[in-house]
């Protein structure tokens, strides 16, 4: 829905008025659809212009006046002149019947209703930031928070890991150790194994050695046993 409204402009305590159309929604400073004229409290008299023509035209096609804005038309004639169009005049012949006048006075009370329309426009907007304020913390917070969260799992993630490769390198070093005893041993088997292959031939050996110097030893005391009973048979 379009409105026909005030919009503040000038400086503090020096205030003047656009008047405009805009969307009923948009804010006091926001966007415009066509600014038509203007409102200025600060003379006396005060003065104000308004185009017939495009106030007509906006009037015609549903824009709804603030009461402020009424009042400037009504003063202008051109609410008067809107009931002629209904009736059938065109806009062009209306423009034309409008042609010359230019700066009226005007009386003190859409000052106040302006004003009274400024401020209501004012805490509009103001709520609509305090929302827009609040929405954009809460989206803050919940984005903080996904990160958060997604920042604790990929740190339990790389414990884990850790975990398990520590694990690994344990189980790995556990199983070298492992062969390695056990080739240490089967070495140690293999070398006592050889050692005892060698000392058997030098074991019999020295067993047939002694198997033979037992021999001459037993020959020769026999020998000597013989000539013993030799010399006595003698």
Do not use: C
Request: aromatic share 4%; glycine share 4%; net charge negative.
């Amino acid at each position: 829905m379009l409105k026909i409204r005030l919009t503040r402009t000038g400086k503090k305590k020096q205030a003047s008025y656009r008047v405009v159309v805009a969307h009923k929604e948009s804010p006091r400073d926001g966007r415009v659809v066509e600014r038509i004229g203007f409102y200025n409290p600060l003379p006396d008299p005060a003065e104000y212009r308004i185009k017939e023509d495009r106030a007509l035209y906006w009037l015609s096609v549903g824009a709804q006046p603030t009461d402020a804005v009424r009042r400037l038309l009504e003063k202008q004639g051109t609410i008067g002149r809107l009931q002629r169009f209904h009736a059938g005049e065109t806009l062009e012949a209306l423009a034309a019947d409008y042609a010359g006048e230019t700066v009226e006075e005007v009386v003190e009370e859409p000052v106040v209703e302006a004003e009274e329309d400024v401020v209501e426009e004012a805490e509009t907007a103001v709520a609509e930031v305090a929302d827009a304020v609040a929405e954009a913390e809460a989206e803050v917070e919940a984005i903080v928070e996904l990160e958060a969260e997604e920042v604790a799992e990929e740190a339990s993630e790389e414990v884990e890991d850790a975990v398990e490769t520590a694990v690994d390198v344990e189980t790995e070093a556990s199983e070298e150790d492992t062969d390695e005893e056990t080739e240490e041993a089967s070495d140690e088997e293999d070398e006592a194994t050889a050692a005892e292959a060698e000392a058997e031939p030098e074991e019999e050996a020295e067993e047939a050695a002694d198997d033979e110097g037992e021999a001459e030893e037993d020959e020769s005391a026999s020998e000597e046993s013989e000539e013993d009973s030799k010399e006595e048979s003698e």
